[in-house]
């Protein structure tokens, strides 16, 4: 006799189903199935803390698998719940939010790298989310907005003000440079 749980272990839709009916089985595969996607939305923000970022967020979505209504919309669903994990780890811990610059700019230009993680380490933490979220995470507006449980209107003009105290410092850092 086949499993439907092992049938169908690779379709989200189909374990998010099951596990809000009590299917712990479903349950502990969807966990497993959406940990990795986790850990890459946190590690930019909580960098060393991603460990307690992702499991911290593995509870939020345990707590509250029930309350989600679209079942097809879960991997949008996780990734504003651990986005919302990861800051709130980072700040607990009182770490910097960290950006892996590197790769921004690709690995053949570590002294650019360098130089835009020393500008981004003098931005207050507030500005350094935005652009993490923005330009690293690759969000729309929308999406940081709905993330950090904001208006649409000031995630606008605190992305302004982010690239704003971004440019400034990097062109005192160029001009004292």
């Known amino acids: 006799m086949n499993n439907p749980v092992t049938a169908h272990h690779d379709d989200p839709t189909f374990l998010v189903r099951r596990a809000q009916r009590g299917d712990l089985t479903a349950?502990?595969?969807l966990l497993q199935q959406i940990t990795p996607f986790i850990e890459r939305i946190c590690r930019p923000i909580a960098s060393q803390d991603t460990p307690d970022a992702v499991q911290e967020s593995l509870i939020v979505i345990y707590q509250n698998l029930g309350?989600?209504?679209k079942p097809a919309a879960i991997y949008s669903w996780v990734r504003?719940?651990?986005l919302r994990e990861a800051i709130r780890v980072a700040r607990i811990a009182g770490r910097v939010i960290a950006t892996d610059v590197i790769e921004i700019v690709g690995s053949n230009s570590p002294q650019l790298g360098t130089e835009i993680r020393d500008v981004l380490g003098r931005l207050t933490p507030e500005h350094r989310t935005m652009l993490t979220l923005r330009h690293v995470q690759e969000l729309d507006e929308q999406?940081?907005?709905k993330s950090l449980d904001l208006p649409l209107g000031t995630v606008r003009s605190r992305l302004f003000r982010a690239r704003r105290a971004f440019r400034d410092a990097w062109e005192g850092e160029a001009a004292a440079g």
Do not use: F, K, M, Q
């Open 27 to 29: 349950l502990a595969t």
């Open 67 to 69: 309350a989600l209504e």
């Open 80 to 82: 504003i719940i651990a």
């Open 143 to 145: 999406t940081v907005a």
